[in-house]
């Protein structure tokens, strides 16, 4: 809702140690791909985004959006408040503030 990506992350390790140094990052999905009849290459769609990760670690904003998150795959709001209880404070919240954002359809041949 916010034209942002969000990914969670431990406090330590390769990740927040590259983010300290740098925090550029792309982002890249693509679907599954498909075949047209008769032909073995296949077809895929893939999204690029480029920005800068902004870390949240403040322990209110972290529960704030990663609740809303939740929902995505539980409605079950005790286990997403003692999940949140549980590992917040453990928590890296990273989000994508997105600069720029490119797309291209592949045949791989």
Wanted: net charge negative; proline share 1%; hydrophobic share 30%.
């Amino acid at each position: 809702e916010d034209g942002c990506i969000y990914f969670h992350s431990g406090k330590k390790g390769h990740r927040p140690d590259a983010l300290k140094r740098n925090d550029k990052v792309s982002f890249c999905v693509y679907d599954e791909g498909y075949k047209n009849e008769g032909e073995w290459a296949l077809n895929i769609k893939s999204v690029i985004v480029f920005g800068k990760i902004e870390v949240i670690d403040e322990i209110s904003e972290i529960s704030r959006i990663v609740t809303k998150l939740s929902y995505k795959f539980t409605q079950d709001e005790d286990y997403i408040n003692r999940e949140i209880e549980l590992y917040a404070d453990k928590t890296d919240l990273l989000k994508l503030n997105i600069e720029h954002i490119c797309g291209k359809k592949v045949k791989e041949e």
